[in-house]
């Protein structure tokens, strides 16, 4: 994708590239902004997206929602209204509406992470839901390894950052009840949520890490932590609305996938 903007029209920070990811920026492509392709690394189309700021993400859901197009003007509204961020005395965008009611795609709200994550319509049976303790349909800790040996990248200790060169999707047993893979290890997620109204209107980030459960709330120790939204803190999945009543998909641009697509309890 190109990223949407062009000279004086937008802070090239909020367009930075992500420290981890199988792109890099096109040198044949002379503008107007700026455009990537994949990195001749292998299953670099597949490699996990890490330290992307909130309204990238949220840039991202209005482009998709506008049919992906090439102008920045176009993607100014959509799932989110962009004219509602706001500036601290920092200069740093700290404030945003939640998503627009007729969003096509959008950040998920945490309760929509959590669930997409740990609850299961027929945990306990035929139509008798509850919730799992770690994301993948399982009340058992995911064991770090390499794909083959492991359930997850996360707590994988290969060194520095060495976990993000293992392609999404390795880990295919290892599924939320809603299909999602790699809900654990990738990138830490954003959602929707405000966790600290009163200092930069934080965000609570989804936990991506081994030790990722549905009963640590805000606990940054048990995997849910939160970021300043200006910051490049995180990847991101996005939710998405399907023609069934009252269901909702959340699937992965970013930092995960979700190979099979059920109907998703988020009214």
């Known amino acids: 994708m190109n990223a949407m903007h062009t000279s004086g029209e937008i802070d090239d920070r909020f367009f930075a590239l992500p420290f981890f990811w199988g792109a890099e920026t096109d040198p044949t492509y002379s503008g107007p902004g700026r455009k990537f392709r994949l990195r001749n690394t292998p299953d670099a189309a597949?490699?996990?997206?890490?330290?992307i700021d909130w309204y990238s993400a949220a840039?991202?859901?209005?482009?998709?929602?506008?049919?992906?197009p090439d102008s920045f003007a176009e993607i100014q509204t959509g799932a989110y209204d962009s004219s509602t961020w706001m500036l601290n005395s920092q200069g740093n965008l700290t404030i945003a509406d939640p998503h627009l009611p007729d969003a096509k795609y959008w950040i998920p709200t945490l309760d929509e992470w959590q669930k997409a994550a740990y609850y299961?319509?027929?945990k306990d049976g035929q139509d008798q839901g509850g919730w799992w303790l770690y994301p993948n349909s399982s009340d058992t800790l995911q064991i770090p390894g390499l794909p083959g040996v492991g359930e997850t990248s996360a707590g994988l200790d290969i060194g520095a950052d060495a976990a993000f060169l293992i392609p999404l999707g390795s880990y295919e047993d290892q599924q939320s009840p809603w299909g999602l893979l790699d809900v654990s290890g990738g990138a830490n997620e954003w959602t929707e949520d405000y966790i600290r109204p009163d200092f930069d209107r934080w965000r609570v980030i989804g936990g991506s890490r081994a030790g990722s459960s549905f009963y640590a709330e805000y606990d940054p120790a048990w995997g849910f932590d939160v970021g300043s939204p200006h910051n490049f803190s995180g990847g991101f999945?996005?939710?998405?609305?399907?023609?069934?009543?009252?269901?909702?998909?959340?699937?992965?641009?970013?930092s995960g996938l979700?190979?099979?697509?059920?109907?998703?309890?988020?009214?």
Do not use: E, K
């Open 120 to 122: 299961d319509p027929d």
């Open 258 to 267: 979700c190979v099979r697509r059920r109907r998703h309890p988020c009214h």
């Open 237 to 254: 999945r996005i939710a998405s609305s399907i023609p069934a009543p009252s269901t909702i998909v959340i699937f992965s641009v970013v």
């Open 46 to 51: 597949m490699l996990p997206v890490q330290s």
């Open 59 to 68: 840039y991202f859901s209005n482009w998709l929602h506008n049919g992906q």
